[in-house]
């Protein structure tokens, strides 16, 4: 209903935007006959104003309720936060991929012992166990993702 009557006042500024000379007469005719009839006098204006803050005042209330809904239910949302020390798998995945050839879990753990990171080779084999990123080679090698092979 609103693009309706938004299109039609846009299809009247355009006509007026054309037509200057007949908007100007067309409005004109439309203030004497609204003064004629009484429509521009003081207490009209109150009378009518009044009714349309009656009509809107429960349109307020509804939006006001709808607010002070919104935020309750905003307050209760909980954010969860990424830790900041990445997990052990985000660990020895970057370190895998980085590297580029397949570990095992305690050439792994030394490599990231090396750079700072106390994660023992048990703890390593089972996240790499559970995690689908994580492909295991012969001779419990894992490796990131899967494995390239030359096409001939």
Avoid at 34 to 61: F, I, N
Avoid at 92 to 119: F, M
Avoid at 122 to 132: E, F, I, N, V
């Amino acid at each position: 209903m609103f693009q309706l009557f938004g299109a039609g006042v846009n299809r009247l500024a355009v006509l007026a935007a054309h037509n200057p000379l007949a908007a100007t007469a067309a409005v004109s005719g439309l203030l004497w006959w609204c003064h004629r009839h009484g429509y521009l006098t003081r207490d009209s204006w109150r009378r009518r104003l009044s009714q349309a803050g009656g009509v809107a005042k429960p349109m307020l209330e509804l939006a006001q309720a709808g607010m002070a809904e919104h935020r309750a239910l905003s307050n209760s949302l909980l954010v969860v936060e990424p830790p900041a020390y990445p997990t052990s798998e985000q660990l020895a995945a970057r370190y895998l991929a980085r590297c580029g050839q397949p570990l095992t879990p305690g050439e792994l753990r030394d490599a990231l012992a090396r750079r700072g990171h106390t994660v023992s080779a048990a703890q390593l084999k089972r996240d790499m166990q559970t995690h689908g990123a994580f492909v295991r080679a012969p001779g419990d090698l894992w490796t990131v993702g899967r494995q390239v092979r030359k096409r001939i």
